[in-house]
């Protein structure tokens, strides 16, 4: 007769996923290794990068992210969704490592969930941001790697806040994150404006992680875009990246066309000014010419 049939004993399922997390000082590193400078020394170095962003509007919050999972110049995934549903009202976006976002995810999930249960209502956005914020500064220095902006819409109305894995905590208009999100914020700065219409915000969420892909080298698949409303967060769409993109460009080149129209416009034979101005500045007066 075995073991397990005399005490009753049952092997811990080591397969299945655990909302638990060990302590910060409970990691298993090899005996008289202190767990940050382990990591440090022995972890892995893999590049990883992605585009995500997230602005605010008077309509609610949009939330858009490419699809690509990389791991060092590897496409893990072309696919992978990297905005995450927390409840009804509330979503998240993850760049990082995939493991790591999906874990705390996992674990807001878990304590928004009791906090309802005890208080009868969900937390605000900020109280969710907060409670992230505070569960994973203590793990700072063991390489965890979880930047994420939180949009919601609660009883103050939509909201945006961006959280990273050292305890870093951030309200804001516009959050772009990754890899790609310089690029993204070239397009945000010039396009974004809080009175937008929805349709305006759609446009200019896949115009920005469209472009960021096409610079970026970690950052490409496809343009996923939420949208969190008063009734709750909507899936609007997945686009192509690459084909996006080329509609883009598509739609530029005639406003290239007329401003070179504009620009040949104002200058004479041979490609010289015409009488009276100068490219980029205006005629001055002959004395100070002469200056």
Same mark, same amino acid.
């Given at each position: ?69 990389? &791991? %060092?110049?590897?496409?893990?995934? *072309? $696919?992978?969704?990297? !905005? ?5 009202? #509330?979503? +998240? ?57 939180? &949009? %919601?819409?609660?009883?103050?109305? *939509? $909201?945006?806040?961006? !959280? ?5 905590? #951030?309200? +804001? ?58 009734? %709750? ?9 690459? !084909? ?48």
């Amino acid at each position: 007769m075995a073991l397990q049939d005399v005490c009753q004993w049952r092997a811990p399922d080591t397969q299945g996923a655990s909302p638990h997390l060990p302590q910060a000082g409970g990691w298993a590193v090899p005996q008289g290794w202190d767990p940050q400078t382990f990591l440090q020394t022995h972890g892995p170095r893999l590049a990883h990068g992605t585009t995500t962003l997230a602005f605010r509007f008077r309509h609610g919050v949009i939330a858009a992210a490419d699809t690509r999972s990389s &791991c %060092g110049n590897y496409v893990e995934c *072309p $696919a992978s969704r990297k !905005v995450i549903p927390v409840h009804q009202h #509330l979503l +998240g976006t993850t760049s990082g490592t995939s493991a790591d976002c999906i874990t705390w995810y996992r674990v807001l999930r878990r304590e928004l969930r009791l906090r309802a249960l005890r208080e009868g209502q969900l937390p605000s956005v900020a109280g969710a941001a907060k409670l992230l914020s505070g569960m994973m500064s203590r793990y700072r220095g063991l390489d965890l790697c979880v930047a994420t902006a939180l &949009c %919601g819409w609660d009883r103050s109305g *939509p $909201a945006l806040f961006y !959280v990273y894995s050292d305890g870093t905590l #951030l309200q +804001g208009d516009i959050f772009s994150v990754g890899s790609g999100s310089p690029y993204a914020y070239g397009v945000l700065d010039r396009g974004y404006r809080y009175d937008m219409s929805t349709q305006e915000a759609y446009a200019l969420a896949r115009r920005a992680v469209a472009h960021a892909t096409h610079r970026d080298a970690y950052s490409g698949g496809s343009v996923d875009l939420f949208h969190v409303r008063e009734s %709750g967060w909507e899936y609007v769409s997945r686009h192509d990246a690459w !084909v996006l993109y080329s509609q883009l460009q598509k739609l530029s080149e005639p406003e290239k066309e007329g401003e070179e129209e504009a620009t040949s416009g104002r200058t004479g034979p041979g490609g010289e000014p015409s009488e009276g101005r100068a490219l980029g500045h205006p005629r001055m007066p002959a004395e100070t010419e002469m200056l």
